[in-house]
């Protein structure tokens, strides 16, 4: 029987964004494979987390194209967003924190792409005045992933609703924690 690479990975993302400390042994076992089998294909973790890096922004760039961030405004434009990034929440959940991605010269390219798209997203909103302008667009962008990686982990732990996933990071996000005027 053929492994199925993606699913292997994804096996791997969902184990390591609950336990990031995982083995390659727990790592097999979670993927349903024999340790050798994972080994043949990723020849230790560091192999295996630039694949999931390679895999999490293939996921990402499709997700950004799914969401239309160009059309209509960028409020429900973020919103689609959200919502399209919500079932690949787990992996970014677990990369965002993995150091190892964005230390020295080795950062991929495409962490940049998807940061350009994002900023670009909240720079509209502020020209459209439906974003704050005192945050920059590089804050926003940080702040979205932040958010969309706890929200993963507390639906993971079961703290959150998974079915509240979308309007908890979309609104926190948009509103604040300020208590709004009664």
Known sequence: MAMDRDQVLRDAAALLARKST????EVAKAAGI???????HFAGRDALVRALEE?????????FDRAR??????????????AESEPNAQLLAFLVTENQLFEGDQVNEGWARLDARVSALFRRGQDEGDIRIDLS???????????????A????DGRVAAKDFQHMVTE????????SER
Do not use: N
Not at 153 to 156: A, D, G, N
């Open 34 to 40: 024999g340790r050798a089998t994972l080994h043949r």
């Open 55 to 63: 895999l999490g922004i293939r996921e990402f760039e499709q997700a």
């Open 172 to 179: 926190l996000l948009l509103g604040g924690v300020r208590r």
């Open 22 to 25: 995982a083995t390659m042994d």
């Open 153 to 156: 982990w507390s639906v993971m």
């Open 137 to 151: 667009p590089a804050w926003l962008t940080e702040a979205l992933y932040g958010l969309v990686g706890a929200c």
């Open 69 to 82: 961030l160009d059309e209509g405004s960028a409020v429900d434009a973020l919103r689609r967003l959200v």
